[in-house]
């Protein structure tokens, strides 16, 4: 491969004079200049722009961290991310992790290692400690509701969207009213649980652990809760379902187990994916792509920054007053 | 930061000892070693992996190019993809590029500026002989089946996989079949193009270019399909649905349109995603995973190589007898 002293030989300038064409100098002779362009071309010279970002230490390459790809909570928020990368030039390395601590450190030690400009965390197992360590190697992003002065978030203020929605369904008579979640750690889950538990003391109802549905995030989840709603003496009258994926299982299984939504069962979703308005299912809606460039652009910035995205309550057909 | 030259002072050791430290040579005493380890530790000093790549012409990144996130088809082929780099130690870095020229091309200018070693294409838009010359800068591995020497290939017989499935239609006594796919054009649709046309030409079929849906390849565009139903005379009995979403779509606005599947209206999807088997929907397996495995597997390699992968088909309920 062709090298800046090859160049200079070639061009019969000194190593400084091309490397001064190179990072476009101004204090070059027209001349020289000129001789160094030919010479670029004749050896068909190309930089190898991992040695320009070692000088300049920027690989802009960002780094995303997701527990699963195939789930359009998280594609949504890669695809916010991705776009805003590419409007600055940047390139995403995905780290998909199934919630598994190795491979989120190995994403911590890139960044570590430089070989990653900064790291978007969409979820996490790792403690926050843990990645706050690792906030003085880059900009380390989270996307959720967490107090820390080292780490940059994007968040949706779980606990105020869940008190409304259950206020909401309070207000239509239910008084059985369950919900669904995937993990019963992890910042929003907590957030929903300490929401719901709120919610259950001030409207004076109690606790059911039966009403509480967790390990449910695609829809092959909402088709098993709907058969464990089966076994049930005194099933919820609603449920609250964190996501549209699991409440379109749950719409089509109904179907078939002879639950009639909204009459016997009322739902509530998240997210407004296409397959909701399909299915009229009243859902919340997430501002996921948002939130995606948000991420991005604090990956980028220099200070660290808290930033809270709005949610838009969607009413279709998949909740009526219980009488 | 502390480069190799604060090491070997602070070690007391010549700058060639350090450089044979780091790299694990044999030929280095145990006084001398333990002298730079214990200088490592003093002085916190951190290789820089990005040089260490510039030595070794290796980043450990591969590019993969896709035009949508957001659709799980292309999802379960990077699922596949990122397992099998976990796998060997690589990170994939992604292109999301919605069909476009520019987006496409940035993956190769990566590729040729060594920012990658290799690049995947789960799909394209430019042309078959300008991914092949980038080819000389490293791997370059498409997801389809073309004849190159230049480029590594993993596909599906598609060709095959329609003509099986049209001739099904057939032997149920179809015979206005009609077909949906995203775009006219890419060596996927042009191969189920050809295989209809002979299919038809060999049944003594004819051709309808109302039996032929475009665009299709989410869940709402099964809608608009459904909707596209309704304004035609003599609508197709049986449609082979390239993609599992579109025909959730359609069988979900089948029932607010009156059309009853199967017995007005036969559907074979493709992928066999969760909500394939929750519809009962007959599909087409494709093994998109293992598919990803192979990918990277080929960009990984030192030779052009070209495997096809096997489809399965699921009878479910959405295809019945015509009489």
Chains 1, 2 share one sequence.
Do not use: W
């Not at 994403?107 to 197992?125: G, H, P, W, Y």
């Not at 109690?206 to 695609?218: A, E, Q």
């Not at 660290?304 to 219980?322: D, G, L, P, Y």
């Amino acid at each position: 491969m062709v090298n800046i002293k090859d160049l200079a030989k070639q061009a019969g300038v000194s190593v400084t004079t091309v490397s001064r064409v190179l990072n476009n100098h101004p204090y070059v002779s027209d001349a020289k200049r000129q001789a160094v362009n030919e010479a670029i071309k004749a050896t068909n010279y190309r930089r190898n722009i991992n040695a320009v970002h070692l000088s300049t230490g920027q690989t802009h390459l960002i780094g995303v961290v997701l527990p699963f790809l195939d789930h359009p909570y998280f594609m949504n928020v890669v695809k916010g991310i991705t776009q805003a990368a590419k409007a600055k030039g940047k390139h995403i390395v995905l780290f998909e992790t199934g919630y598994q601590h190795e491979k989120e450190k190995s994403a911590l030690t890139m960044l570590e290692n430089k070989q990653i400009d900064a790291v978007i965390f969409c979820s996490r197992s790792h403690q926050l400690k843990t990645l706050e360590a690792y906030a003085s190697y880059g900009p380390v992003v989270l996307f959720e509701d967490v107090k820390t002065n080292k780490c940059r978030t994007t968040f949706i203020n779980h606990s105020r969207v869940f008190t409304e929605a259950l206020g909401y369904l309070y207000d239509q008579g239910h008084r059985r009213i369950g919900y669904s979640v995937y993990r019963q750690t992890g910042t929003n889950s907590l957030a929903r649980k300490k929401a719901y538990q709120s919610f259950l003391v001030s409207h004076h109802l109690s606790y059911n652990p039966d009403y509480v549905f967790t390990g449910c995030l695609y829809a092959e989840d909402g088709n098993a809760l709907i058969n464990q709603l089966k076994c049930l003496t005194a099933p919820p009258t609603a449920i609250l379902v964190t996501s549209d994926q699991v409440a379109a299982g749950m719409i089509i299984s109904a179907r078939n187990a002879g639950i009639k939504i909204p009459q016997d069962l009322a739902l509530i979703g998240f997210n407004d994916e296409p397959i909701a308005s399909l299915l009229d299912l009243t859902t919340i809606k997430l501002p996921l792509e948002q939130v995606g460039q948000s991420l991005l652009d604090q990956a980028l910035g220099k200070q660290v920054s808290h930033r809270e995205m709005a949610s838009t309550f969607i009413q279709r057909k998949t909740v009526e007053a219980n009488e």
